[in-house]
């Protein structure tokens, strides 16, 4: 069990276990961690340390033990993604790195062998420094950026190739570290433990990538600051000790990396390979070009020399999260308001950062208060609905945009890291097109539905609400969402009332006397709510009203579930001779949909359910039943009687029967036209 040693405050054991040492990759943990990151909290004096450094006194001050935990624990959440056994914190020699910590500000440079004559230089400082990976910054940081930037190891150098503080971090045989920090100048110790009894916690990775498989964006900064972040492999061949695996595994190595999806390779340029004692000291590292967020890639790794003369290969996927991570709703704070399509604020401090939703198309302006095309002191960032960067400005700019609902974003920094020191206030007006037809008609049409089905007017945030809904996924999604809302639920309608509603909102009139006759009597016989709406939704009517505003009646996964839903109903009807219970009706739809069940399924569990054998059918009608449930047509009355004969002199039972006909090419061709597996 991970803990941190010598006398750690029962308060950190308790923070640290709330995460398992061994989890799958958290998204909840990582979103907030994505919004920590852009606190200030963490880098503040009083976060950070329990005695106060003094460089001008040589005194080197302590960390926080909470300041020690965020760095610990980050550090092991960042080896669970990649399967590793956590590390223990070692507080033996907090002194130690924190002296080292001390010096390298001190003299304003990282050093790993300091001189005798350097400010601030002891003993212990020396040590620290060459068991350490050391990291200068210009003001005081977070210990989790701390680890992120270790990690990232990004550099336009040819030493950045070498990866060598992320080796270190993610050694799968590193049992402990310590960490310091003095005014931006960090150091974590990850050598050298030997005041530290070994352990026995086994190493079970046959490698070690990075990035490897769900990876949180942060940690490759690319797209953010400009510089490479290299992708890296390292062969775990003993598992016993690192420096078995000092082995120019790589010499003929071929590797590529390519889209999962469209099977094109990506350009690999600053291939390279070591054998430094970085952690373990084995690495091949390359850049993989125009990689792009929320995308999976395959890492193919062929030709690999192991020491023991056999040749491997490796493979695995990656997918940088991006859109499950960014923080696109930072609170406003007093002052910070949007008016219609004028915004204006204050940003407090560097972080802060104001966000405002708006649906914008076509030629858009964004102007500021000052004069036209001079630099603002902050940056309007507009993304998408995907999260994506659409455009990022510090000057009043225009842009042309496909209909959407955009986050525009007011911030110091844009996304690439450049940033303004100062605090900034902003006055944005944001100036779009004329609407257009379509968007006319598609407010007119979700109003109406505000309307007819609510009984009151629409507000104006519902209605940029349901626009989105129906621009990304169908018209039908917002009627769902309407006839499901509590709102209408506690209207408590009767059978009258709710037809009424359908008729009124999806064919736009209302109801003739004899088509309305006829769906009440269906819903007071038994017929679901839902079987009915779906009867109004797949209308000519409907179509051709959706159709005005260029819009989609059902999205391909709504009508894949429609087909779901419309095979479990038809099996209601010619096995049990009864409209769908609507517990049965979701229960086999859901487990159709999710693949739990197959077509195969739910005949069996009609044919054998108590309700179908209490219903007491003779040989003669179950098999003229089972004719038109699974092979969807009437039988001949040869057909009848051979089975009749089969049946009666016991050559085969029901049951038989019934397995006969699931694995036919008729039951198969009409659990395809359900787009449904049969067996």
Known sequence: MTFLKYYAPLFLLTSFFSHSALAEYNTSYWQDFVIDMDSSDYSQANYLYAIEPSVDNCAAGAVTDIAKLRAFETLNELRNLHLLPPVEYSYYYDNQIQQSALLQKANNFLDHSPSGVAECYTSDAYYGSRSSALLSGVERADPADNIVTWLDDASDSIMGDVVGNRRWLLNPFLDYMTYAQVDGFAALKVSRFYEEPETDTPVEVDYVAFPYQKYPYVFLSDKTTGQRTPWSFTVIEDKNEAWNNWYNYFVNATLTVSNKETGENLLITHQHADEFGYGVPNVLTWTAQNWQYDTWYRVEISGVSMRNGTIQSYGYD??????????????????????????????NTQKDKDTFKLRLYGLTHFMAANPDYMDLGYFINLYNSAKQLVYSSDTSFEVFLVDDTYTVEIASCNPSMSCYAAESRYTLDITPPLPSEKQVLTEEFIKRLYLNILGRTADHSGVEFWYDIIQHESASSVIFGFLKSMEFIELNLNDDGYVDVLYRTLLGREADAGGKSNWVAALQSGELRETVLYGFLMSAEFADLVGRFSGTVLSEEEYAFYQIKQFVVRFYQRVLGRHADIGGYEGWSNTLQSGAS????????????????????????????????????????????????EIENGIRTREQVIEGFIGSAEFKNLADSYGIIAN
């Open 318 to 347: 990656v997918f940088i999260d991006h859109a499950d991570l960014i923080n696109l709703s930072s609170p406003l704070e007093q002052g910070d308001t949007l008016n219609n399509t004028a915004i204006s604020g204050e940003l």
């Open 598 to 645: 197959k077509a195969s399924d739910i005949a069996r569990g009609f044919f054998f359910s108590a309700e179908f054998i209490s219903h007491g059918h003779d040989n003669s009608r179950f098999v003229d039943i089972a004719y038109q449930a699974i092979l969807n047509r009437q039988a001949m009355p040869v057909e009848i009687n051979h089975w009749v004969i």
